[in-house]
Structures are given as structure tokens and as C-alpha cells.
């Protein structure tokens, strides 16, 4: 499994943009990356998932750069109820696959 | 849709007691993860089963630790005899299909050892 290098935490203000990156150089040709949200006291919460390029939905954007070897999570506007913290995984979608969540980014939006 | 359900929600028990968690996967996922969480630490894989079959058990403890997805009815994850060291949170994912990476978790059962 690839192992992923992320910021232990971050600071940012209501209304700013959240860029988080991960480092992942062993990744895998099969290899997705996905992004979780965890708020205390409850389980993760899928974000997004990419496998290469740039990949938006309603809550974020996932930017991969053509090696894969890193991804940036971002996050546009966010409000004091993005602080959670933000956990990067690889994985392989070609069969199963358990996921493997590091210590992740404790993102802290402040007023 | 309902989500995925865990109960207990907290579970509180003594060294030497057996606990016993439970995990209701999504409608239609047949699927089920279970993850441990130590306080500080991100969440570590324990078992991957399928309807009435583990398919992974690679993080699960050798001993004192089993679980099961009967054919009917909810996930258990069972811990004999639990000690200190078994408190955290265990939390349940599931998933709709082989190889998706998409898991969707449950809120976790907080367990507490005394």
C-alpha cells in the first residue's frame, strides 16, 4: 500500500480557501486517491476520490499532477464547520481494497 | 437511505468481560469494514468480511478478537476478555461493491475498559 505524507494541521479563516496537499511517490499504476473528513466523534465521510488531472463535485476539488506522485485537496470558502480533520488514502479499486488512514490534517477555520 | 448503524453507541466494561459490537451495514451493500481508532491516531484496519465469509482479517488481533457477517442479521465484532489497552473507538464501514473504494462509516461505538 502507498504510503501518504500529509500536514499535521493547518489554520485558516472563514471564507478562505483551503488547499491540503498529500504526498504519495510510491503510488501504483491502480492506485486511486481519496480524500475523508472526520468530525469529533463521528466516522469519516468521503469527500472525493481522483485518479488522475482534476476531479470536482459540490463540496471540493481533488488536483493530481500528471506523475500522481501528489494530490491537493482543496476547498473553497470554507466556514467554521470544515474544522475536522482531513484524511489523504491510495488505494487499489482493480480488486478489494482495505484503506489506510495515516494520522491525517487537522484543518481549524476560525472566525 | 439509512446510513450505516453501530450500536452500541458506548459500551463501557470491565477487564476480563467479553463486548460485543454491532454493525448494520447500508440497504444493498453486503460489504462490511471494521476499523479501530486509539485516541490521536487515525484508523486502523482490522477485518474486511462479505456475507458470511472473512475475506481480510489481516489487522485484526490473533487473539481475543473475531467477527463475523451472518447471513441474517447485523456485523459483530467480539472482543473476549477485554483489557485497557482495547479502548477506543471501533468504527464500521460498508461498502456496495467488491473493490470500490468508497466506504461509508458509522457513527462508532466508543469502548471503555476499566
Known amino acids: 500500500l502507498a504510503k501518504t505524507t500529509q500536514p499535521i494541521s493547518m489554520d485558516s479563516y472563514e471564507g478562505q480557501e483551503v488547499n491540503i496537499t498529500c504526498s504519495h511517490n510510491?503510488?501504483?499504476?491502480?492506485?486511486?486517491i481519496t480524500w475523508y473528513q472526520q468530525f469529533p466523534s463521528q466516522g469519516p465521510r468521503f469527500i472525493i476520490q481522483g485518479y488522475k488531472t482534476k476531479v470536482t463535485n459540490e463540496v471540493a476539488s481533488l488536483f493530481i499532477p500528471a506523475d500522481r506522485k501528489s494530490s491537493t485537496l482543496s476547498l473553497p470558502r470554507v466556514s467554521l464547520s470544515d474544522t475536522a480533520v482531513y484524511y489523504c488514502l491510495v488505494g487499489d479499486r482493480s480488486g478489494y481494497s482495505t484503506l489506510t488512514f495515516g494520522k491525517g490534517t487537522m484543518l481549524l477555520v476560525s472566525p | 437511505n439509512a446510513g450505516v448503524m453501530q450500536n452500541p453507541r458506548h459500551l463501557v466494561r470491565r477487564r476480563g468481560q467479553e463486548a460485543r459490537l454491532r454493525c448494520s451495514p447500508m440497504?444493498?451493500?453486503?460489504?462490511v469494514y471494521w476499523y479501530r481508532q486509539l485516541p490521536e491516531e487515525g484508523l486502523k484496519f482490522m477485518v474486511y468480511?462479505?456475507?458470511?465469509?472473512?475475506?481480510?482479517e489481516s489487522g485484526m488481533p490473533k487473539e481475543r478478537f473475531s467477527a463475523e457477517f451472518p447471513k441474517e442479521g447485523p456485523s459483530i465484532l467480539r472482543i473476549q476478555q477485554v483489557v485497557r489497552g482495547d479502548s477506543a473507538a471501533y468504527f464500521c464501514?460498508?461498502?456496495?461493491?467488491?473493490?470500490?473504494?468508497?466506504?461509508?462509516f458509522g457513527p462508532g461505538t466508543r469502548l471503555l475498559v476499566l
Open positions: 510510491n503510488i501504483a499504476t491502480n492506485d486511486y
Open positions: 468480511l462479505q456475507k458470511e465469509n472473512i475475506i481480510d
Open positions: 440497504k444493498g451493500h453486503s460489504h
Open positions: 464501514a460498508s461498502s456496495p461493491e467488491r473493490g470500490k473504494e468508497t466506504q461509508y
